[in-house]
C-alpha cells in the first residue's frame, strides 16, 4: 500500500508534530511503500533519518493556487491509497482516501495585529471555509485533544466518530544546560512561544506589573523569535514604564533548557490552545506550571498545573503569587509535572496513528469492492 504523508510544513512549530509523527512511523515494521512531499531545503533533513521512506520535493505553498493544482496534479500522478495532510491546507479537489490532522480553530477566531485587517478578514474567511471542507471530505480526521474533536465537530458539523483524539508529546531536551548570564542567580518566570493575540501576553504582563509590587526582584522572561508582534508588545511595555521584562529573542535548545530548570514558574496564559505543548515541555524539564484553565489546557496538564481564568488579570497575578510564595506548592507541581509529561510519548503517537491509517485502508477496501446495489 502505497501511502503519503504532506511534509511541507516541517520545519515551523506547525511542522514539529509532522516530523516527530515521521521519525516514529519509520521505527515501526510497516508494510507500507511511504513518500514524504516536503519542500526542497527538508529533503536532507528527511534523508538523514527516514531511509526506508521516498522523500519527494513539493515546493507548492500552502493557500496558493499551486497547492491547489499543482499539487494536486502531483498526488494523482503519485496515485497513493492514502494521503495524510499533517494541516488542514491542502487541495480541496483530491478525491483520494485522505486523513487530516486538524490542531485547532484558533485561527478561525483571532486576528493577526501584524496584517491588513481587511486582507486577513478576506484570509480568514477562506481559511474556514477550508477547515470545513477538510473536515467533510476527509475519510478520518486526527484532533491532539478530546477539546479540539469536539469543537471541530461542532465547527464543521460532522460525526465525531469520524475523529480520532491523538495526543502528542514534549520530548525533553537533550542539549547541555546553557546558562543565561543576565539571568544567574535571579528570580524571574517565564513564557515560551509566540506572542499572536490568543497567547494573552498583554495580560500576563499586566499582571507581573502588579506582582513587581510585593516581588520587585522578580523579572519575567519572554522567549520566542522576534517578529512585528513582539515588536508591538515591547513598545507597549516600554510606553507603560513596565520594568525587568526581557525579552531573549531567539535561543538555543541549551539555553530553553537552562531556563526551563531555573524559572520560579512557567506561564501559560493562552487563551486557546489545541494541545498545550510548550507548558508539557516546561513540565518535562522541572518548571512548576501556572496555566490558563482555558479550551484543552486542563485535560493535557490535569492535576500538574496551577490554574488561573485568563480573561481575569487579578487571577493570574493571584496564581502566579501562590507559586512564588509556597515552595512546597512549586515542589509538588514539579514532582506531578513530570508524571503528567511521561503520560505523553511520540511512540504512542506513531503507532496509534499507523492504526488508524490500517483501519481507514481497510475500510476504504471494503466500500469499494461492495457491489452495486440493484
Request: net charge positive; proline share 5%.
Amino acid at each position: 500500500m502505497k501511502l503519503v504523508i504532506d511534509a511541507r510544513e516541517s520545519g515551523t512549530s506547525t511542522g514539529r508534530y509532522i516530523d516527530k509523527l515521521i521519525e516514529h512511523l519509520h521505527k515501526s515494521p510497516t508494510n507500507f511503500e511511504v513518500i514524504i512531499l516536503t519542500k526542497k531545503h527538508r529533503i536532507d533533513f528527511f534523508n538523514k533519518f527516514a531511509t526506508k521512506y521516498h522523500v519527494v520535493e513539493s515546493p507548492y505553498k500552502e493557500f496558493t493556487f499551486a497547492e491547489q493544482l499543482k499539487l494536486n496534479r502531483q498526488l494523482n500522478k503519485i496515485s497513493p491509497d492514502l494521503v495524510h495532510f499533517g494541516m488542514v491546507q491542502q487541495p480541496v479537489l483530491y478525491k483520494g482516501t485522505v486523513i487530516t490532522t486538524m490542531h485547532d480553530l484558533t485561527t478561525t477566531r483571532f486576528k493577526n495585529p501584524s496584517k491588513n485587517p481587511l486582507v486577513y478578514a478576506f484570509k480568514q474567511m477562506i481559511y474556514k471555509w477550508v477547515n470545513r471542507v477538510a473536515a467533510l471530505k476527509s475519510n478520518a480526521i486526527i484532533t491532539p485533544s478530546e477539546f479540539v474533536k469536539d469543537d471541530v465537530a461542532k465547527f464543521a458539523k460532522i460525526n465525531s466518530r469520524k475523529i480520532s483524539v491523538i495526543y502528542q508529546a514534549a520530548d525533553k531536551i537533550t542539549d547541555k544546560a546553557e546558562p543565561i548570564e543576565e539571568l544567574i542567580n535571579i528570580k524571574f518566570i517565564m513564557y515560551v512561544g509566540r506572542p499572536q493575540p490568543h497567547k494573552n501576553l498583554y495580560r500576563l504582563v499586566t499582571a507581573f506589573a502588579d506582582l513587581k509590587k510585593k516581588n520587585p526582584e522578580l523579572k519575567l522572561v519572554l522567549v520566542g523569535k522576534e517578529d512585528v508582534v513582539y515588536d508591538q508588545l515591547k513598545t507597549w511595555v516600554r510606553g507603560n514604564n513596565i520594568k525587568d521584562v526581557v525579552f531573549t529573542g531567539f535561543i538555543s535548545e541549551g539555553s530553553l533548557k537552562w531556563l526551563y530548570e531555573n524559572c520560579r514558574a512557567y506561564v501559560f496564559p493562552s487563551l486557546s490552545e489545541g494541545f498545550g505543548l510548550p507548558g508539557l515541555e516546561a513540565m518535562r524539564h522541572g518548571a512548576p506550571v501556572v496555566s490558563s484553565n482555558a479550551t484543552c489546557l486542563p485535560e493535557i496538564y490535569g492535576d500538574a498545573a496551577h490554574y488561573f481564568d485568563p480573561n481575569s488579570t487579578e487571577d493570574i497575578t493571584a496564581k502566579i503569587s501562590e507559586v512564588l510564595k509556597s515552595s512546597s506548592l512549586r515542589t509538588e507541581l514539579t514532582r506531578k509535572g513530570h508524571i503528567q509529561a511521561n503520560k505523553y510519548s511520540w511512540n504512542k503517537t506513531a503507532e496509534q496513528t499507523l492504526e488508524l491509517y490500517k483501519a481507514v485502508l481497510k475500510e476504504s477496501s471494503l466500500s469499494t469492492s461492495e457491489p452495486a446495489s440493484k
